[in-house]
T-cell receptor, first 111, second 114 residues
């Protein structure tokens, strides 16, 4: 039922920019795209949300192409503390206001 | 961002007992709240959707008589695991829906059934 597809894992080094892409080919017209960060034994934490084009906040940027079938979360200059699982989430086009998580991307930041 | 709390954060119980988990939206009103379950190294699995003032809707395979959900106010939803068994041991996470698309998640509750 998950509407999103992400790479299972990614490796990076401290100080690098990390881009995580999510595919959501069947995104509905009214759906927003939301990204979350999750550390072990904690609930997911909201990072950023967007509908189209580019959104930036103090921790990340979100790039969404015109067809909205994918999105890219960009984390500038990652640190070891950014090691976590990152999920992109879109609503379910059939069941309104339901959200099914995909596998997420485990980001490993190395020193 | 908006804040959601869960209580307790951790609970250990004996097989056959019931456990209640509370989920509260602290600074916003959540007409809709969700309950998820997460097993180690796995993604979150949606269990049920809780709507204030109405019956919860459960995902396929989730027993509604075992996982009782009550959403009596705009800031509180509860999940009661009835007659818990070791296979119910998991990490339970709730979220409140703010607006149409933004969920804010609680910190989770670790349930261990002995």
């Amino acid at each position: 039922l998950a509407k999103t597809t992400q790479p299972i894992s990614m490796d990076s080094y401290e100080g690098q920019e990390v881009n995580i892409t999510c595919s959501h080919n069947n995104i509905a017209t009214n759906d927003y795209i939301t990204w979350y960060q999750q550390f072990p034994s904690q609930g997911p934490r909201f990072i950023i949300q967007g509908y189209k084009t580019k959104v930036t906040n103090e921790v990340a940027s979100l790039f969404i192409p015109a067809d909205r079938k994918s999105s890219t979360l960009s984390l500038p200059r990652v640190s070891l503390s950014d090691t976590a699982v990152y999920y992109c989430l879109v609503g379910d086009e059939v069941n309104f206001n339901k959200f099914y998580f995909g596998s997420g991307t485990k980001l490993n930041v190395k020193p | 961002g908006a804040v959601v709390s869960q209580h307790p954060s951790r609970v250990i119980c004996k097989s056959g007992t019931s456990v209640k988990i509370e989920c509260r939206s602290l600074d916003f009103q959540a007409t809709t709240m969700f309950w998820y379950r997460q097993f180690p190294k796995k993604s979150l699995m949606l269990m049920a959707t809780s709507n204030e003032g109405s019956k919860a809707t459960y995902e396929q395979g989730v027993e509604k008589d075992k996982f009782l959900i009550n959403h009596a106010s705009l800031t509180l939803s509860t999940l009661t695991v009835t007659s818990a068994h070791p296979e119910d041991s998991s990490f339970y996470i709730c979220s409140g829906l703010a607006g149409a698309d933004t969920q804010y998640f609680g910190p989770g509750t670790r349930l261990t059934v002995l």
